[in-house]
């Protein structure tokens, strides 16, 4: 047997499935694509989480296009995060032309143009269904891991939300939560340490500047009513179809700490209400987080911790995580070794670092005998990756160089008439984008402290009264000790004791 046909009968075997899959494409060697040998990936490991790297340009946001519409295509609903605002296109059907026919009929079936169920979302002022938690969503826990506190800040917060829970003060949005923590110190301080303990100034202080700092990157618009349910996630078209919920994100890259804030509260509240799948055969939802290395970049280590541990977990509810960055390098090693898809792009290697990295980054992927991974990596075209999958049996499968199928919706963003087209036809902005300012923990303190105020100036102004009461009394009895009989006062003057004495000297003698 000749190498190619060892190559292909290799391929073949290792991409055999026999319940449903995703076509991704046909595998190469020496830089020809091997027609019909192709890279199916089964869904039964799509909740296996993935990753899809590689340096700008070389396609990622393709490959991402490309399983997001299959995927929704196998009635299956995605969540895209969209930070550079070029994913909008899935929901117009894309165009055929003569680059995509020869890329079809290279790798083996007919290019289908398709438009998919889209829903547009946003965390900021753009237009969209606006995606919202509560401060009470969060927890003690989570809210403490964002804002990166001390074990000390940690108990603090823990005991504002025991506080609000006793008292049933709702905690919505962080004017609530900045609110109680004024109050801890402030007009809550007797209070709180008869029921809790004295909380330090300091410490209330220290928190209070990292909530301000969250603040400053938007999260002030994150945080409130309504909130967002995950099962708005869900939904499944009429035509069978799982709709593609695009995040918009392009005015976030410079504020990480909302993006990870987001992602790891929707994460924590998917975990928290989807049931258990248990061996379901396919996902119930794929999430695709695009620039990946924007929530591991600032993330302290309770933070990292927080994230390998809902990674590990969230598969078990049906749930597939798909992070897309620029190196592999860019994940920590204890999530990327959860990872059960990778689709690594080209790496470019302009400098000896890069090189390095190349090599590290090939050891990360199956050992080929028909490949150096390390020389490939910097050789894939655009379009192309190595592809390295698991089988229905949880094993790895071959690692393949992949001619890529071109993506069936349009390549490129909405008009804004498009947008707004779409954005009119959307049943989940009216449910989310009410603004809600129901009574919460802000308004019930400041109504506490209010008549905690007019009691103590009521009681004051008693005090007041009563001491000039006692003052006006004693100034009547000393009026009215200075009015006595004038006999008295003329037989105690002066002159008169001074001639009394005189008589009674002169008697003497």
Known sequence: MDRKQAFIDSINSGYQTKGDFINLGSAMLDGETIKDTFIKIPLKTLNRHGLI??????GKTKTLQILAENLSEKGIPVLLMDVKGDLSGIAQPGENNAKIEERHNAIGFPYEAKQFPTEILSLSDQEGVRLRA??????????SRILDLTDTQS??????FKYCDDHKMPLLD?????????YTTEEGKDEFSQEYGRISTASTGAILRKVIELEQQGADLFFGEKSFDPQDLLRIDENGMGYINIIRLTDIQDRPKLFSTFMLSLLAEIYATFPEQGDSGRPELVIFIDEAHLIFKEASSALLNQIESIVKLIRSKGVGLYFVTQNPTD????????????????LRAFTAKDRKAIKLTAENYPLSDYYKTDEVLTALGIGEALVSALNEKGIPTPLARTMLRAPMSRMDILSDDELKSLLKKSKLIPKYNEVINRESAYEMLTEKIEIANREEAKAKAEKEKEAANKSSSRRSTSRRSSSTNPWIKTISSPTVIRSVLGILSKMMK
């Open 53 to 58: 790297a590689g340096a700008t340009g070389t």
């Open 174 to 182: 962080l004017e609530d939560f900045k609110k109680i923590l004024q």
């Open 331 to 346: 994940v920590p090693d204890a999530v990327l070794g959860q990872l059960g898809l990778k689709i690594q792009h080209a």
């Open 134 to 143: 509560t401060v009470s969503e969060f927890g003690p826990v989570l809210l």
């Open 155 to 160: 108990g603090i917060v823990s005991v504002i």
